[in-house]
């Protein structure tokens, strides 16, 4: 099975949120990137997992600048066979999604795995598009999947309840939690990740169709404000009379 | 401009948040007509209250009622096309997020996700969104005619108006399906869904095991709230892990969350950091919640908890 995975990469979860450039530019000064965790602990693992059982090739692809190859570099070392950077510095989602599926419809796969959302954007937006302009079937959010022959049985949790379906591959599929669990890279996979292909190729020329005019902090929390345990009425007078929300 | 909003329905009726992007589709439009389009088995109630919000047109195609996001899209395109909408109105749900996106690449119109208020239409038509995991917000501006909104839920409210709707049964041709649905396993229990609440009560290791929950059940109850709890809870198996919130689980924002032994981890305010007020419970003053909340309790939850719970039957009993 040829089994495609994006990969995003995304400021570590710790990491301290700030503007540069008038605040129209993320400041990625001491700012540590991660390959963006649902793309890695669910997506990319899952396939690996599907590769061990089904055999087959688990390739990672990119759209971005040359600062992703350590990021590639690490899903190399989890297990992933090869990787593809596209030559690009993608400004919105309709752009990163246009070149992936431009590259994943050339190249025949079977199956196209990514995380729900980037912890940046928070967009939940490459794979709907993908599986539109790939015209072939989306199953979002979901939180288990296998693979019989040339079909996808899947479970996703969606509005009231969790829902069992399956899908004919080729499709796109988004992971969320549950889907796998994450593996760290060993010392093997770190050394053989370096001599894995990392094949770069030129974008299509997709372009971005909404732009980031400027980012805004929200408002400093003000300080907590203490209520005696002993008076937990206080609270629920403070909830109805000030806050306003019971 | 005329304006589509995309309305999801459960159980026979709309989506609590569908009601939401019904007022504020009816905004945007500002005089423009203001349409549905919604799926599936919904009740002449459910389409009647979603027309209150200033809706011109409802379009109903009552012949399907799975959720593939592939026919949805088309669906949406379909009565898109119909009605001359320029924006189409999503809730940023678990539907929403599947059928936005295969929207937006079908109709070439820019999308963004997430949004938190209403458009800046001053000059060009740009949109707030929370990003970094609710640590900031951008402001994005579409660069196309065609524009796709999602809406975070609970994030503008809604505003009812004398108004009634055409409701017209709406059949296009969609193909078939591309997925089968083979099972639906309702989550067990009653209660309100966590998505969909305004009030929250979540609890975390500070409960010391399982069969503590009952006093967070009895809050919520009481509060009218629905319950979460955090990651380690869900992961032990203490609590379903639909009721996981923070980065991995759910990001919910409601009018109140209720954090009960929960000390607040980066990863879980991820997820609740929206909430318009937060309270915080807890033993350890020193828990890095404290500083994310605006009311907080020091104190052990199996004392103010109990306590808690009577101030609110106390405080209802004094509302009637």
């Not at chain 1, 939690?177 to 760290?184: C, D, F, L, T, V």
């Not at chain 2, 709309?14 to 439009?29: D, F, L, N, P």
Request: glycine share 10%; with cysteine.
């Amino acid at each position: 099975m040829n089994i495609l995975v994006c990969i995003s990469k995304a400021p570590d979860t710790t990491s301290k949120i700030t503007f540069t450039d008038g605040n129209t530019k993320f400041n990625e000064d001491g700012v540590q990137f991660i390959v963006n965790p649902y793309d890695e602990w669910y997506a990319l693992v899952r396939g690996l997992e599907l590769k061990e059982t089904l055999g087959g090739k688990v390739t990672i692809i990119s759209v971005g600048g040359a600062d992703y190859e350590p990021i590639l570099r690490k899903a190399l070392a989890i297990g992933a066979d090869e990787a593809v950077r596209i030559d690009a510095n993608p400004t919105d989602s309709n752009q990163v999604a246009a070149e992936l599926a431009n590259y994943a419809k050339a190249n025949n796969f079977d199956l196209v795995l990514l995380g729900k959302e980037t912890i940046n954007y928070n967009g939940s937006q490459v794979g709907g598009m993908m599986a539109a302009m790939m015209d072939v079937a989306y199953v979002s959010n979901a939180s288990k999947l296998d693979v019989a022959g040339t079909t996808a049985s899947i479970e996703r949790e969606k509005q009231g309840g969790t829902e069992v379906l399956e899908a004919q591959l080729p499709c796109v599929i988004s992971a969320a939690k549950g889907m796998a669990e994450q593996r760290i890279p060993n010392m093997r996979g770190i050394m053989a990740a370096r001599s894995k292909p990392l094949n770069v190729v030129a974008a299509s020329g997709a372009t971005a169709l909404t732009e980031t005019v400027s980012y805004t902090l929200p408002d400093a929390k003000g300080a907590v404000k203490l209520i005696d345990p002993e008076n937990v009425a206080e609270l629920v007078n403070l909830l109805h009379n000030e806050a306003k929300v019971i | 401009m005329n304006v589509l909003v995309f309305a999801d329905s459960f159980n026979g009726s709309a989506v609590k948040a569908a009601h939401e992007a019904a007022s504020y589709g009816a905004k945007i439009a500002n005089g423009g007509n203001t349409s549905i389009v919604t799926y599936g088995e919904i009740s002449e109630s459910s389409l009647n209250e979603l027309a209150s919000y200033g809706i011109t047109n409802i379009l109903h195609a009552n012949v399907i009622n799975d959720m593939d996001p592939a026919r949805l899209a088309k669906l949406v395109e379909a009565a898109a096309n119909e009605t001359g909408a320029e924006v189409v109105i999503f809730s940023h749900d678990y539907t929403g997020k599947s059928v936005a996106p295969m929207l937006a690449a079908r109709m070439k119109a820019g999308l963004v996700t997430g949004v938190i208020d209403y458009p800046s239409t001053d000059g060009s038509f740009t949109v707030k969104k929370a990003v970094f995991s609710g640590k900031a917000f951008a402001e994005v501006k579409f660069n196309t005619e065609k524009k796709v909104i999602s809406l975070l839920p609970n994030s503008v409210g809604k505003t009812k108006v004398e108004a009634s709707a055409n409701v017209t049964v709406f059949n296009p041709d969609l193909g078939a399906s591309s997925v089968t649905i083979k099972e639906f396993k309702a989550k067990g229990g009653e209660g309100i869904l966590l998505t969909e609440a305004e009030l929250v009560v979540s609890a975390g290791r500070g409960l010391k095991g399982p069969e503590n929950w009952g006093m967070i059940e009895e809050l919520a109850k009481e509060l009218g709230a629905g319950t979460a709890c955090s990651r380690p809870v869900s992961d032990i198996g203490w609590r379903p892990h639909h009721e996981h919130v923070g980065q991995t689980g759910i990001a919910i924002r409601p009018n109140l969350y209720i954090a009960v032994g929960i000390s607040g981890a980066i990863q879980h305010l991820a997820g609740v950091n929206g909430s318009k007020v937060i309270v915080v419970i807890n033993t350890d003053s020193d828990a890095p919640f404290f500083k994310a909340a605006d009311y907080g309790i020091v104190g052990d939850a199996f004392s103010v908890v109990p306590k808690l719970i009577e101030a609110v039957k106390e405080f209802k009993a004094a509302q009637a």
